[in-house]
């Protein structure tokens, strides 16, 4: 059974730095693909990025993402991480990595890697506030 659990979120000034940890265990398959999700209050929860164990097509998402997060790996594989620059206003929610476990071939280069009901499992999410 996939296990997660987030980490690194906290309070930070507009323009400041976070970086979020994944911590992921559990899979039943050599090939599974981390996502990152966001969600703030009222709102459906929007994709951020995927990657997968293999590094078939990390990806994230369009617009005001782009060019400011990047998501990595440690060697072992076990952690994945989402490393958060100029945080801006519109920037706060809370985070939540996913995984898939035992997607199709290139599922983070497709449009699937964007729907959470392709992922199996969850965490259970950390907080990122923006306040000056």
């Known amino acids: 059974q996939v296990q997660l659990e987030e980490s690194g979120g906290g309070l930070v000034q507009p323009g400041g730095s976070l970086r979020l940890s994944c911590a992921a265990s559990g899979f039943a398959s050599e090939y599974y693909a981390i996502g990152w999700f966001r969600q703030t209050p009222g709102k459906e929860r929007e994709w951020v990025s995927c990657m997968s164990s293999r590094n078939d097509g990390t990806s994230y998402a369009s617009g005001s993402i782009r060019g400011r997060f990047t998501v990595s790996r440690d060697n072992a594989g076990n952690t994945v991480f989402l490393e958060m620059n100029n945080l801006q206003l519109d920037t706060p929610a809370v985070y939540y990595c996913?995984?898939?476990?035992?997607?199709?071939?290139?599922?983070?280069?497709?449009?699937?890697?964007?729907?959470?009901?392709?992922?199996?499992?969850w965490g259970r999410g950390t907080q990122v506030t923006v306040s000056s």
């Open positions: 996913a995984a898939a476990d035992g997607p199709s071939h290139y599922f983070c280069s497709g449009f699937l890697a964007r729907l959470p009901a392709e992922y199996d499992a």
